[in-house]
């Protein structure tokens, strides 16, 4: 489920802390660390050196009720805490963890044969193999891999070795079910990630980039804004995704912005009750 890579682990925490780590304090920070919830046990442990090895960060040991918030900016600059309801992120302004949300609600809906603007924009499909390069809390990706079916795949690249901690750790947790795909989850720099792919990869590559005007939607928005990439979509690496692409470069907007027009992306038609606009471009011509 989880793959890392190396290097992209110093971009790991949220940018407002970690400049505010490297502005002069002299305290020993790592990034990121993984520690248990107040109810410590011996499988417990065991469950959170695991995720600690799986995402390449340190363990540290927490006595029983003991409370983490003196180790946010002494220890660490993020914690993951691995307890009996999964893995939550904290910082020092505050804590999410990993829910399927309106994912789940739109899966259900699929299953119920209504329509869902990702997939019909898309044109998903049973066995098709989807690239989504901005993974964030998986929403989107949990719907394409009930579309794409057990015999389609999901991959997944998060900048945010935080973020793709959470999500990774929440989707090993996440029944998703037989009629649906695995979700592979890769820390990486989709700009540099997509360089290395051969041409046609996937069926479909995928983008939600950062809004620039934040959204009223999950209560872990905010947070999410901490530790997600910010860099807007480039023309570049559009270029770069029609190349890897087979069929549909889709990309996620927000209505009332120029974020799809500044790439040259037409509106896709769709419903005049959502704050969510979607485009989408095919691949580029081989020479």
Do not use: N
């Amino acid at each position: 489920m989880a793959r890392r890579g190396a290097s992209w682990m110093a971009e790991s925490v949220a940018p407002s802390l970690r400049a505010w780590w490297m502005r002069g304090r002299r305290v020993t920070l790592v990034p990121l660390a993984v520690t248990t919830s107040t109810k410590v046990d011996a499988a417990l442990v065991r469950e959170a050196r695991a995720v600690a090895a799986r995402w390449g960060v340190p363990f540290l040991a927490r006595r029983a009720k003991e409370s983490v918030a003196p180790w946010l900016g002494t220890k660490a600059a993020a914690l993951l805490v691995v307890g009996g309801d999964g893995v939550t992120l904290w910082d020092a302004e505050g804590s999410f963890g990993f829910h399927a949300g309106m994912a789940h609600l739109r899966r259900m809906r699929l299953r119920a044969g209504e329509p869902d603007a990702f997939v019909r924009v898309a044109e998903l499909r049973a066995g098709d193999s989807v690239l989504d390069c901005t993974l964030g809390l998986a929403q989107d990706a949990m719907v394409a891999s009930l579309a794409v079916g057990p015999s389609g795949r999901v991959v997944g690249l998060e900048r945010s070795l935080a973020l793709g901690a959470v999500a990774g750790e929440g989707l090993r947790r996440y029944a998703l079910g037989e009629d649906s795909g695995p979700i592979e989850v890769v820390h990486a720099d989709a700009r540099e990630y997509l360089k290395t792919l051969p041409s046609r990869a996937f069926d479909v590559v995928f983008f939600d980039p950062m809004f620039a005007k934040p959204r009223k939607s999950q209560p872990a928005f905010d947070m999410l804004r901490r530790f997600a990439e910010h860099a807007p979509l480039t023309q570049a690496t559009l270029e770069e995704a029609r190349r890897v692409a087979r069929r549909w470069v889709v990309v996620k907007g927000a209505k009332y912005t120029d974020d799809l027009r500044k790439l040259g992306l037409e509106d896709e038609p769709g419903s005049r009750f959502t704050d969510v606009i979607w485009g989408r471009v095919g691949p580029s011509v081989e020479p």
